[in-house]
């Protein structure tokens, strides 16, 4: 209950909800008079009244959006904090999140070396792929189609 | 919703650099052509374009903003600087350098240096 209280009625959130209550009636407002303009056969009119419920629907959809979301654990502090804690107990983050590059690197690829060459390039392969980090656009992946004979 | 709210910031802040700086140029033919004209008389319809087209793509410009502030964490001041500056001319591209320099750098400098979401962005 305390939770939910912290959620909607914060000092932060009631700024929400009164910019909400201002901008969402503000557009629905300007909206009609576009409606009206249209009809009275002003041809541009068409096109703002289709933009004034967007602007509408945006504002309530990043005030939810606003009032849902961890501002604790993400973000500048938040990442600054979890490197802080992780730094004071070492260990502990790896022991609880492991890396996909260190499993690459270490788990399956060093356990299969004995048993299959083939999978053995093939996790090395993914290893490399986890190493480089995520597929963005400005870091794709340069796929190398190997051939095992 | 973490895929929303948390991952692929390098993304948001392509996609809001992309927006900021369409939005930036557009602006300043509608004040300086069709906001002149409508000011000083000589007003012609052609000219409604620059706002229509200013209008549509700041919505373009308040999603991608608004998901660079939701994944980067940005108060509401900071979020409503960023709103803003799509409405004045010249004013999107230093905010778009403050946002970046004040906040995003940082951030992705402080998530690079974290071991753990190294991998999953």
Redesign the interface.
């Known amino acids: 209950m305390a939770a939910v209280r912290q959620r909607w009625l914060s000092g932060r959130a009631i700024s929400l909800h009164v910019a909400v209550l201002v901008f969402v009636p503000g557009c629905a407002l300007a909206a009609w008079w576009q409606i009206n303009r249209a009809q009275d056969g002003n041809q541009l009119s068409y096109l703002y009244s289709v933009m004034w419920p967007a602007f509408g629907i945006l504002g309530l959809f990043f005030w939810w959006m606003l009032i849902h979301t961890d501002y604790e654990n993400v973000g500048l502090k938040g990442t600054r904090r979890r490197t802080q804690t992780a730094a004071a107990t070492p260990g502990s983050g790896e022991a609880t999140s492991p890396s996909p590059a260190l499993i690459g690197a270490e788990g399956p690829a060093a356990a299969a070396t004995e048993e299959d060459p083939e999978l053995a390039a093939y996790n090395a392969r993914l290893a490399e792929l986890a190493a480089q980090g995520p597929k963005t656009w400005r870091h794709r992946e340069s796929v190398v189609v190997r051939r095992f004979p | 919703?973490r895929r929303?709210?948390?991952r692929g910031l390098?993304?948001a802040l392509?996609r809001y650099q992309v927006m900021a700086n369409i939005v930036g140029v557009l602006i300043i033919p509608l004040f300086f052509f069709t906001g002149l004209h409508l000011w000083l008389g000589g007003f012609k319809?052609e000219l409604?374009i620059f706002g229509?087209g200013h209008?549509?793509l700041y919505?373009v410009y308040?999603?991608t903003a608004?998901f660079l502030a939701?994944k980067?964490?940005?108060h509401?001041p900071w979020?409503l600087l960023m709103f803003l500056a799509g409405l004045v001319p010249g004013l999107t591209f230093v905010v778009e350098w403050l946002v970046v320099t004040r906040?995003i750098q940082?951030?992705l400098a402080?998530?690079a240096?974290?071991?753990?979401?190294?991998?999953?962005?």
């Open positions: 919703m929303l709210t948390e390098k993304g392509f319809p409604a229509v209008g549509y919505i308040l999603i608004g939701l980067a964490r940005l509401i979020i906040k940082p951030l402080a998530q240096g974290e071991p753990v979401s190294r991998g999953v962005q």
